[in-house]
């Protein structure tokens, strides 16, 4: 039932950052991005729950990349820094109605998805 809008994305250098948004149009239990790139699946690449704000992360993006949120504007971040080429890909942002003990890495816990963003970053 949440509808999610993403922006921020674009290209950058190798080394440089950028921080993407989700706005929310209804409540949350828990937010998470994921990304795509060219020829591979859809991977997991952090959570958040709504409630507490604790977080997960996969292991290629962990020291680098911060999801975060912003309870009076219903907005979710991930700030990402020291990016990679192999960081390329199209960012997904997703919503579940429910979140359990911790923040979900399954695809299949979240129920709403935004259209995506595309992040390129140059050598």
């Known amino acids: 039932q949440v509808q999610l809008v993403e922006s921020g994305g674009g290209l950058v250098q190798a080394g440089g950052s950028l921080r993407l948004s989700c706005a929310a149009s209804?409540?949350?239990?828990?937010m998470g991005w994921f990304r795509q790139a060219p020829g591979k699946e859809r991977e997991f690449v952090a959570s958040l729950r709504w409630s507490d704000a604790s977080t997960r992360y996969a292991d290629s993006v962990k020291g680098r990349f911060t999801i975060s949120r912003d309870l009076a504007k219903n907005m979710g971040y991930l700030q990402m820094i020291s990016l990679k080429p192999e960081d390329t890909a199209v960012y997904y942002c997703?919503?579940?109605?429910?979140?359990?003990?911790?923040?979900?890495?399954?695809?299949?816990?979240?129920?709403?998805w935004g259209q995506g963003t595309q992040v390129t970053v140059s050598s």
């Open positions: 209804g409540r949350t239990g828990s």
């Open positions: 997703a919503s579940a109605a429910r979140s359990g003990p911790g923040p979900s890495r399954r695809q299949t816990d979240f129920d709403s």
